[in-house]
């Protein structure tokens, strides 16, 4: 109809008049007004200082669930577990020695030996000095696990410190798991901190004895069950109270 | 609806057309709930295009010109207009909305054969007639509600006055001689 002739606007008065005046017209009612005052105005802002509880309230919600994730992940020690205790406390003592440098050489070492036996309360009465592969280097007393003990530094062949740690058994009994039968003993192997340890027990003096060293690998172990075997059969120690 | 940003004033000279709006929207859809839909319809696109109505122009003809596009979009698509005949007048009547205000006596009645008479009117024909001789619209915004000429508006409103003296006549016969 857009191209329809343009025709003169009627004005019919009568019509016009009825129309507007017979027409019922239809206001809006009241509750279309409300409801359109309410679509069309905004919703009052919030104050700004309540802005951050929003956010705030994510981050602490995020944070609990990054607590409980990273606390699902983390290894599971065993509170009473005294074994993984002494051997971290070993492993501590022989970095302390590597750290330190505990070599105390051939002219000092006779006179460090009684002092270590000394402040250690342990007697040594058979001690492994050294042969072609493995050399004592140290004798110092030491703390492990508030316990007075000894520790004797060796020296290998190849470069790797090897640490002899004896200290007081008292009750401690070693597990049956992990136990490793090398030659006519039953020493308890494990690796603790990167690093590897053969621990066992002097039945006789109720001594608990420990050799430690990064000697991780397992040719690195065999050379490890090597210097326990050496060790163990040369040295008997004791304690003097 | 995104009604944050719209001023104040805007907002509060719209809704001074809620009734003529509201009006139209009745003789448009002939239902009372569609027509507060349609209308409620026209003031949430209002303020949503807001930024394109330009100040200084008439807000009431851009206001119908909403309401009139989002009917012919919505409802006419849901052939609630009967279909047009070749001449463009409806094949027959349509039932009447039964919310209009009741008058009494003779207007009653009379307001009735208008208003059955006016729904017989095409879109086309009816709003311009409601829109000049209702509301009071000039032509010239009548014609920017209709997007056509001013020309085109009076040759409909003409068109539309033939059509329902023609309508009114025959209904008067009718009741006469009934």
Redesign the interface.
Known sequence: MANEPETRYDEDPELTRLLRERLPRHPAPGSLRVAIVEAITPAPRPRWDWLWLAPSLVGAALAMVAVIGVATMLPVTVPGDPIQQIARAVVTEHARTLTWGGEQGVDVLPAALPRAMEESGLFVTKLFTGDDDLSLVSAAPTFVEQHRAISLGYMGRDGHAVTYVVMPGGTVTLPEVGRVQIESWRPLVRRESGFSLIMWKERKSNLLCALVADLVSDDDMTRLKQYFVKVRSATELSRTY | ?D??G?DEDF?RQ??TH??A???LA??LTRNGSE??DL??ET??R??RFSHRFQPGTHLRAWLFQILRNTFLTFYRLREREPALSED?VPESGSPMFH???D?GGE?TE??TD??RA?ARLPE?FRTP?LLA??EGMP?EEVAHVMD??V??V??????A??R??LYLKDYDQKTTNG
């Not at chain 2, 009076?154 to 068109?159: D, M, T, V």
């Open positions: 609806m009604p944050v719209v907002r719209a809704l809620l009734d709006l509201h009006n009745v003789y027509a507060q209308v409620q003031y949430v209002a303020m463009g919310d209009a205000p008058r207007q009379v307001g208008l208003e006016l086309e007639l001789e209702i032509l056509c000429p020309g085109t009076k040759s409909r409103i003409f068109r006055k033939e329902l003296r």
